[in-house]
């Protein structure tokens, strides 16, 4: 989301937050949706409303709460989740992509 709104900036969201968030989620989710309002409101073209459907998908799965500290399991689960994630969206793209081409 960050580089659709501003282009290339360097260290990225995820450079300088996945350590910190993957071990205390509940200090930076709330910065981190705070930063994403500020990117989505420059966003165009149906784009914003997509990736706010998508924050509201994965906020909507915590449930009522954000655990505070995340225990080295959980931490692994935490990776295992974001590369799953990663891995899925980039398929996405490229079934997409071969759709177009077709």
């Known amino acids: 989301m960050q580089y659709a ?3 290339d900036v360097g260290a990225g969201v995820i450079q300088r937050y996945y350590t910190a968030t993957s071990q205390t989620p509940a200090l930076l989710i709330g910065r981190l ?3 994403a309002k500020n ?3 420059k966003l165009e073209g ?3 409303f997509w990736y706010e459907d998508k924050i509201a998908e994965t906020m909507s799965a915590l449930g009522d709460s954000i ?3 995340l225990t080295l399991e959980k931490q ?3 990776a295992l989740g974001y590369y799953q994630q990663l891995a899925e969206m980039k398929k996405k793209k490229t079934d997409i992509q071969s759709e177009t081409k077709t």
Do not use: C, D, Q, R
């Open 5 to 7: 709104a501003l282009g």
């Open 33 to 35: 949706i705070a930063n």
């Open 39 to 41: 990117h989505l409101n």
């Open 46 to 48: 149906g784009l914003g």
């Open 67 to 69: 655990p505070k500290t």
């Open 76 to 78: 692994s689960l935490f």
